[in-house]
T-cell receptor
Framework: EDKVVQSPLSLVVHEGDTVTLNCSYEVTNFRSLLWYKQEKKAPTFLFMLTSSGIEKKSGRLSSILDKKELFSILNITATQTGDSAVYLCAVDNAGGTSYGKLTFGQGTILTVHP | EAGVTQSPTHLIKTRGQQATLRCSPISGHTSVYWYQQALGLGLQFLLWYDEGEERNRGNFPPRFSGRQFPNYSSELNVNALELEDSALYLC??????????FGAGTRLSVL
């Protein structure tokens, strides 16, 4: 069965700090890895990663995938209170019984204090 | 451009009743996905509809069912509600098998 594990489960930092969120996975037919940010209800899309070693960047957020070691990291630099949220990692499966579904990790709760 | 819209925002039911949740995908998206997010648990995949057909379902009992209409909107029906069905139900849509974009969810409370 597909499995996604995120660490840490929670993180408390101060504004201006840099954080690194981790996501490891085991899937039978890897298609892509996605990161979402969930503040109140709707998870909002951040990144989709399909190839190893290619960094995706958006402002202060960046992410990279390692398909050999089966993990991804999400970096947030110069954190702000608005970055406080649950960050979700999900893996998209290319086939088999998991076809079409995203398998999510437990999420990392990030709290940024002023 | 409108995002994924779900209704109602909140739904309160009692055990044994039926609940119907609705989802309108982003314009142009043909696939709709349903997920359950129970307290303390991650998002669990429920159902995937594409072009009006059920393409896959997660490990949920048959009392969780749904359908997709010709305009690609979707309904999730939960029959014989149980207390543990209380959760946030999230709908997502995508164009074919691309990035899934989520709605704000329906909070279902079963008393």
């Amino acid at each position: 069965e597909d499995k996604v594990v995120q660490s840490p489960l929670s993180l408390v930092v101060h504004e201006g700090d840099t954080v690194t969120l981790n996501c490891s996975y085991e899937v039978t037919n890897f298609r892509s890895l996605l990161w979402y940010k969930q503040e109140k209800k709707a998870p909002t899309f951040l990144f989709m990663l399909t190839s190893s070693g290619i960094e995706k960047k958006s402002g202060r957020l960046s992410s990279i995938l390692d398909k050999k070691e089966l993990f991804s990291i999400l970096n947030i630099t110069a954190t702000q209170t608005g970055d406080s949220a649950v960050y979700l990692c999900a893996v998209d499966n290319a086939g088999g019984t998991s076809y079409g579904k995203l398998t999510f990790g437990q999420g990392t709760i990030l709290t940024v204090h002023p | 451009e409108a995002g994924v819209t779900q209704s109602p925002t909140h739904l309160i039911k009692t055990r044994g009743q039926q609940a119907t949740l609705r989802c309108s995908p982003i314009s142009g998206h043909t696939s709709v996905y349903w997920y359950q997010q129970a307290l303390g648990l991650g998002l669990q995949f429920l159902l995937w509809y594409d072009e009006g057909e059920e393409r896959n379902r997660g490990n949920f009992p048959p009392r969780f069912s749904g359908r997709q209409f010709p305009n690609y909107s979707s309904e999730l029906n939960v029959n014989a509600l149980e207390l543990e069905d209380s959760a946030l139900y999230l709908c997502a849509s995508s164009f074919t098998r691309n990035i899934q974009y989520f709605g704000a969810g329906t909070r279902l409370s079963v008393l």
